[in-house]
């Protein structure tokens, strides 16, 4: 499955941005699917996933209670809500599809063999 990411953009701290993550070539149906995020001259980090059947969530402690990952109504699509946004959000952000039946447990990058490019979200002060 072909992944592409997309919404990422400009805003202030505070804000909400809205990121999709669409396959193509498949659907999301029997995979666990994730946003990862890597800043300037830092690693890669995980930051939410879902598992597709069942809708089991898991997030890193750094967004909780701010991200929100979901489902689209079509098998193909995942969002990733992001509200009140800090500037140490701002990163590009990456959605990952992989197999695996705990999310809790698919916190490492290589846990994941599809990768979308990245969108990139800016939070300004």
């Known amino acids: 499955v072909q992944l592409q990411a997309s919404g990422g953009g400009l805003v202030q701290a505070g804000g909400s941005l809205r990121l999709s993550c669409a396959a193509s070539?498949?659907?999301?149906?029997?995979?666990?699917v994730a946003w990862f995020r890597q800043a300037p001259g830092k690693e890669r980090e995980f930051v939410a996933a879902i598992r597709w059947n069942g809708g089991a969530t898991y997030y890193a402690d750094s967004v909780k209670g701010r991200f929100t990952i979901s489902k689209g109504n079509a098998e193909n699509t995942v969002f990733l809500q992001m509200d009140s946004l800090k500037p140490s959000d701002t990163a590009d952000y990456f959605c990952?599809?992989?197999?695996?039946?705990?999310?809790?447990?698919?916190?490492?990058?290589?846990?994941?063999?599809?990768w979308g490019r990245g969108t990139l979200v800016t939070v300004s002060s």
């Open positions: 990952a599809a992989g197999r695996g039946l705990i999310v809790s447990s698919m916190s490492s990058s290589n846990q994941y063999r599809s």
């Open positions: 070539g498949g659907t999301f149906r029997t995979y666990a």
